[in-house]
C-alpha cells in the first residue's frame, strides 16, 4: 500500500475539534515525513508550529511567514481571526 504524506500541512481547529488531539495529529505528520505543519486556533488567537527536529512553537502575531516548503507565504492571522470574532447584537 502506498502512504503519502504532504511536506506542508495546515489545519484549522473547529469549535468541536480538542486541542490536545489535534496537536497529536500535527506531531504525526511531523513523524511520518511532513516538513512543517501549522495548526491555527483562532479562538486563542494562535498558531502552532511544528518542525522536524524541533519543540513546537506558538505564535500569536498579526502575520506568519512560512519557511521550508512555503518558504515566503505569508498567512494573514488578522484575517482569520475576524473571522471568528463574535457578531455584536
Given amino acids: 500500500m502506498l502512504r503519502l504524506c504532504p511536506n506542508f500541512v495546515i489545519e484549522l481547529l473547529s469549535g468541536s475539534d480538542r486541542l490536545n488531539k489535534a496537536q ?27 518542525e522536524p527536529g524541533k519543540n513546537p512553537s506558538i505564535e500569536t502575531r498579526s502575520s506568519i511567514i ?7 507565504f505569508v498567512l494573514d492571522a488578522v484575517e482569520v481571526w475576524g473571522r471568528y470574532e463574535p457578531e455584536a447584537e
Avoid: S
Fill in 24 to 50: 497529536l495529529q500535527m506531531e504525526n505528520w511531523i513523524a511520518n515525513g511532513a516538513e512543517l505543519a501549522w495548526l491555527v486556533d483562532p479562538y486563542e488567537k494562535q498558531i502552532h508550529i511544528y
Fill in 66 to 72: 512560512g519557511t521550508g516548503p512555503v518558504d515566503g
